[in-house]
Nanobody, 121 residues
């Protein structure tokens, strides 16, 4: 069974950077897209970015120009480089795999356990 494991979260000051990693336990032909989502306390889970198996990517407006998604096929890993972080970026970040490229959590059916990101001074 495919498993996803996120890492790289932590606490940084505003303006700082973090790089999140999402490692898959195996290669799967069943999934076309890997997405990053986040959920802050008391808020709904929201899509942050996704990347497809043919390297198409997309970002939500609030992170464009600050976050970069990439992948390492050999390592079954998708990264989310987060720069110029803001307090409103604080959340638990999840990666997920799905068959349809979108920022809707409903289009993804395999999820990691999440990694916490806290931005504060």
């Amino acid at each position: 069974q495919l498993r996803l494991v996120e890492s790289g979260g932590g606490s940084v000051q505003p303006g700082g950077s973090l790089r999140l990693s999402c490692v898959a336990s195996e290669f799967s032909m069943d999934y076309y897209v890997t997405g990053w989502f986040r959920q802050a306390p008391g808020k709904e889970r929201e899509g942050v970015s996704y990347i497809t198996s043919d390297d198409l990517w997309y970002y939500r407006d609030s992170v464009k120009g600050r976050f970069t998604i990439s992948r390492d096929y050999a390592e079954y890993t998708v990264y989310l480089q987060m720069d110029r972080l803001k307090p409103e970026d604080s959340a638990v970040y999840y990666c997920a795999m799905g068959r349809r490229p979108s920022l809707s959590a409903r289009d993804y059916d395999t999820w990691g356990q999440g990694t916490r990101v806290a931005i504060s001074s």
